[in-house]
């Protein structure tokens, strides 16, 4: 299958190892959301996969059709950086061309492309306006289409969204969306679970330098979830609860109650459990969100995968 491999790659500084046999495979034309709190090791999976540091063991491998290479590339790599890096005295056309020129792009090319996402994103009249009279969101918009001006195979976006209003966000979805669907292998790192719950096609989630969670959202949810109910009740009033069913539980406010069922309960057995004159104005059930996982994960509540 096309796409990017990476095999049991660990990096040790010092005698921290921050990423520890690490594997997983990003499918060509498909959304891979690499998560996890930060110091989990994602920025230095990121590099290696990138070829700015080089692992201790293991490998990454990019996979096309016939052919097989270690590494990927250079210029079939998009990167967005979290940190920005526009030369912020230069003119928004001329960094555009310059950055895409180093990316073998010719330069009538890289102008006309350069003109189109400008277009695209509503900032043509700043094409010879220089970066720093740019607001952040404009700026944000400039630097990805930076990342993807010279057609990349393989596009790596670390925090996408930051300083983006929602309708820029959903934009950039889009865009993101079609550079998938065009054939690109898309490596998405954000803490924007709702973003990263709408957009990916799978999630690979690390924690301590290790692998905690992958697959797709919903494997994940039925895996590693428990059930979610939320009971809304008149104001002052609180439900009595068999408190084996229930792993925790919070007030929402006034009258309203949030309930993490134990791993193997039922919600029929939590709604059953409930007294039969109860006053329930609403009650609703769901499994955990990407947010929810990802905080448990975070305080250490989560398993490995074996």
């Known amino acids: 299958m096309d796409g990017l491999y990476v095999e ?63 590494g990927i590339p250079r ?8 940190e920005r890096g526009l030369y912020r005295e ?16 010719p330069r009538p090319e890289a102008k006309r492309r350069a003109l189109h996402w400008l277009r695209k994103f509503g900032l043509e009249e700043y094409a010879h306006k220089t970066v720093e009279q740019l607001s952040k969101g404009m700026a944000q918009k400039v630097q990805f289409a930076a990342a993807v001006l010279h057609e990349p195979r393989f596009v790596v976006l670390d925090e996408p969204f930051s300083g983006l209003d929602p309708v820029s966000q959903d934009l950039f979805k889009a865009e993101i969306r079609e550079l998938a669907n065009a054939g690109a292998v898309v490596l998405l790192s954000s803490h924007q679970m709702n973003i990263v ?25 039925e895996r590693y979830g428990s059930f979610r109910v939320d009971v809304e009740l008149p104001p002052g009033l609180k439900p009595k609860v068999r408190e084996e069913l229930v792993e925790t539980w919070q007030e929402l406010n006034q009258g309203s109650y949030r309930y993490i069922l134990r791993e193997g309960v039922q919600p029929l057995q939590f709604v059953q459990s409930l007294p039969a004159d109860l006053p329930i104005h609403e009650l609703t059930i769901n499994r955990p969100t990407l947010h929810d996982i990802f905080v448990r994960v975070a305080q250490g509540g989560a398993g490995h995968e074996e």
């Open 8 to 70: 049991g790659i660990s990096k040790t500084y010092g005698s921290v190892a921050v990423v520890n046999d690490v594997s997983f495979h990003a499918s060509q034309g498909k959304i891979l959301g690499l998560l996890g709190p930060n110091g989990a090791g994602k920025t230095t999976i990121l590099r290696m996969i990138m070829g700015i540091t080089a692992p201790d063991r293991g490998g990454v491998f990019f996979r096309q059709g016939s052919s097989q290479t270690q």
């Open 75 to 82: 210029s079939a790599i998009g990167y967005l950086p979290e």
């Open 90 to 105: 230069a003119k928004v056309l001329s960094v555009l061309v310059f950055l895409a020129g180093l990316k073998n792009v």
């Open 197 to 221: 719950e709408e957009l990916c096609d799978e999630i690979f989630l690390i924690h301590r330098g290790r692998e905690v969670v992958k697959g797709d959202l919903q494997s994940i949810r």
